[in-house]
């Protein structure tokens, strides 16, 4: 399942980056998660709207993306 959190406030989440991403910080996605969802955002654009995932999603997205 797929939705669109930016209803939601992910202000006082812990933002990840990947450790595949590049020396400058804003080139990259950045990921965060709660209990049901994992949130990831575009680091140029931190205050738009987030891609939220719930778990099993992001599992097969990581899964299929190292596959790659």
């Known amino acids: 399942m797929i939705r669109d959190f ?3 406030n ?3 989440l812990e933002w990840f980056k990947s450790s595949y991403s590049g020396s400058n910080d804003n080139d990259c996605v950045e990921v965060a998660s709660t209990p049901h969802t ?3 955002r575009d680091s140029k654009n931190p205050h738009r709207p987030h ?3 719930t ?3 992001w ?3 990581v899964s299929y993306a190292t596959e790659r």
Do not use: E, K, R, Y
């Open 38 to 40: 994992i949130l990831v």
């Open 59 to 61: 599992a097969d997205f």
């Open 6 to 8: 930016s209803a939601g």
């Open 51 to 53: 891609l939220a995932l």
């Open 10 to 12: 992910a202000s006082g």
């Open 55 to 57: 778990p099993t999603a």
